[in-house]
């Protein structure tokens, strides 16, 4: 029988960094997002692991920006209100379909499991790290604008992280 574990938000983060300007990276991350893990054993081998990220959570530490992140030159968060990952199997890699903008594909995170403790509460938890590079235009992600100088505004490559612990669910 398969054991649930749920996430555990507080002690969790998904971040993300894309190149601006072909000089430097901007961070952002989401604010409001879900996870459930279900795993035979403890080993995690072959959980089935789900997340759902809500657009309208990004956050840049800049108004205007997560504004047009939100617009439908990006997230199109009216239409696409959530962000979904699903995978069959976790290990020192994670491969899972990424749904973004309506388009899914097949993406591979490197993962970290960080072991299993128990709280001073009785409460079991799982910690993991993921980490991992999307091209946004797979996703329907395209804006971008041409520099005076050569190059563009805003990078492909999205380098995608994230801290998460998990409560074992009785």
């Known amino acids: 029988m398969a ?3 749920n996430l555990d938000p507080t002690h969790s983060e998904i971040t993300f960094k894309v190149k601006h300007m072909m000089i430097s990276n901007i961070k952002g991350n989401f604010r409001t997002f879900n996870a459930e893990i279900e795993a ?3 080993t995690f081998s072959n959980a089935k692991t789900t997340a759902t990220i809500q657009t309208d959570s990004v956050f840049t530490n800049n108004t205007d920006r997560d504004n047009h992140l939100k617009s439908a030159e990006f997230f199109n968060t009216e239409e696409y209100p959530s962000i979904t990952f699903e995978s069959q199997a976790l290990n020192d890699k994670v491969t899972g379909n990424l749904t973004v903008n309506g388009i899914t594909k097949p993406i591979t995170l490197d993962v970290d499991f960080g072991g299993i403790n128990v709280d001073p509460w009785g409460n079991t938890k799982a910690g993991f790290s993921f980490e ?4 946004r235009k797979d996703f329907g992600l395209n804006w971008n604008a041409a520099l005076e100088a050569g190059g563009v505004m805003v990078s492909e490559d999205v380098k995608i992280a994230g801290e998460l612990q ?5």
């Open 40 to 42: 035979e054993d403890d």
């Open 3 to 5: 054991t649930k574990w």
């Open 132 to 135: 991992g590079k999307i091209n």
């Open 166 to 170: 998990f409560v074992k669910q009785a």
